[in-house]
């Protein structure tokens, strides 16, 4: 049979349609392109049409005639989400880390102290590739049973050049294995070692003269990320890797102002980063920047959630003209979730994001932070056919009944890859 595919009367089909060559900003990220009892057809993996099922009919008859049917009756149907920030390559778990914030311990004097980020490093070091794999795929598996697509995959635990590869070649095969698609960042400025905690400066060069060239020549990444924060990468030292990056055609992404304010925002801006990620404590001075410099802001909200912080205060990121994507940020120590649907919780509940919003936020917008809405985070003529099909009436109740997996099937390039909640082999 053909690849095709036809997915019959959804209550909401929601297309998010319009924004693929600019991302969705101010009243616009509301704008989700809802058609009630749609349709949308898909052949060799591309939508040909969306519609009503009468429209569609008119001119495609014989090719539903040939079509798998998914009847979506009762149901929404949304483009495939997109997660746009991502560590999930990594081995190992944190769940002692979690007791001692439990009991007090702040996030970051664990990871001083040699834990933390240092922790996973040190497990991510000694597993084999195979057992990376292994542990990666079964978090990639959850992820797509929750209506993830594709995400964005850094490296950053392994910290040697040696490691670093190893993960990412890790994330080049799971690319080529897995039902989701994975877009890798090099992330090679994530923690300073502990050997070089005295020297700094020491580890930067080895990013820039020795891991940044090898990973593009390897083609092993399209971005460069880096954690700016206090006691990690100073905003210069940060400006330095990303400038060096984009030499290397990485384009900049940024781990900005998480735990203080301390100029991430604006380092984002000034290299014109794709996007600027976490943001917790922006400065208003920050987002101003990054809104004028159309530097998308990729908000965490499960790391809030987690770390039991502020959020990031993303109406005031909407207002001021910021494009805004949401992520699970999905790591072993600050956000070890992989359910975006919860993370969509969060941005209503606490960062007063509108059920619409928090929809173009992990599609479309989300797309644009990867630099994939070419392709993806939209239901339109010419895009991949990537769907999610929600067990919910309308998609208010995706925001109502929160902390729940209301995924239902999942269309990965026009095949169906999960159904009734379970995976296809
Ligand atoms: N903040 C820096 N990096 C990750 C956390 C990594 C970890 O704790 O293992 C983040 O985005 O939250
Ligand atoms: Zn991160």
Request: charged residues 25%; contains cysteine.
């Amino acid at each position: 049979m053909p690849n095709v595919l036809y997915i019959n009367n959804a209550a909401e089909l929601i297309t998010v349609k319009g924004y693929s060559d600019i991302p969705a900003k101010k009243a616009a990220m509301s704008e989700i392109g809802i058609i009630k009892n749609g349709s949308v057809l898909s052949k060799g993996g591309k939508i040909i049409a969306v519609g009503t099922d009468e429209e569609i009919r008119k001119e495609h008859q014989d090719l539903i005639d040939q079509a798998e049917i998914v009847d979506a009756t009762g149901r929404i149907v949304t483009p495939g989400l997109v997660d746009p920030h991502t560590h999930i390559v990594y081995a190992g778990t944190r769940e002692n880390e979690y007791a001692m914030r439990l009991d007090g311990k702040a996030y970051m004097d664990i990871m001083n102290a040699g834990g933390g980020i240092h922790a996973t490093t040190r497990a991510t070091q000694q597993a084999t590739s195979a057992e990376l794999y292994e542990q990666s795929k079964n978090r990639l598996d959850k992820m797509l049973l929750n209506g993830i697509t594709t995400i964005e995959a850094k490296s950053g635990y392994g910290l040697t050049t040696e490691h670093e590869l190893k993960q990412l070649e890790v994330a080049k095969k799971l690319n080529k294995d897995h039902q989701i698609d994975l877009i890798s960042t090099f992330m090679g400025a994530h923690a300073v070692p502990m050997d070089y905690k005295d020297n700094p400066e020491v580890f930067v060069d080895i990013v820039i003269n020795e891991m940044l060239p090898v990973v593009a020549e390897k083609n092993l990444a399209v971005f460069n990320d880096v954690f700016c924060e206090r006691g990690v990468f100073t905003p210069e030292q940060s400006r330095r890797i990303l400038e060096a990056g984009k030499k290397h055609g990485l384009k900049p992404k940024i781990h900005a102002d998480e735990i203080e304010p301390y100029g991430g925002s604006e380092t984002a801006a000034e290299v014109n980063a794709i996007s600027a990620d976490h943001l917790l404590r922006a400065s208003d001075k920050g987002i101003q920047m990054m809104a004028e410099n159309d530097v998308i802001g990729v908000l965490l909200p499960g790391t809030a959630f987690f770390l039991m912080a502020e959020y990031a205060e993303a109406r005031k990121m909407i207002d001021s003209g910021m494009a805004v994507a949401l992520s699970t940020d999905a790591n072993p120590g600050s956000s070890p979730t992989l359910s975006l649907q919860f993370i969509m919780n969060l941005g209503c509940l606490e960062m007063g994001m509108n059920p619409k919003e928090v929809i173009t936020a992990t599609t479309i917008n989300a797309a644009h932070a990867i630099d994939a809405a070419d392709r993806i985070g939209s239901i339109e003529v010419g895009k991949d056919a990537d769907f999610t099909m929600f067990d919910v009436k309308n998609h208010l109740m995706l925001s109502y009944q929160y902390g729940m997996n209301h995924a239902h099937t999942v269309v990965k390039k026009g095949k169906v890859v999960v159904a009734d909640g379970h995976i296809i082999k």
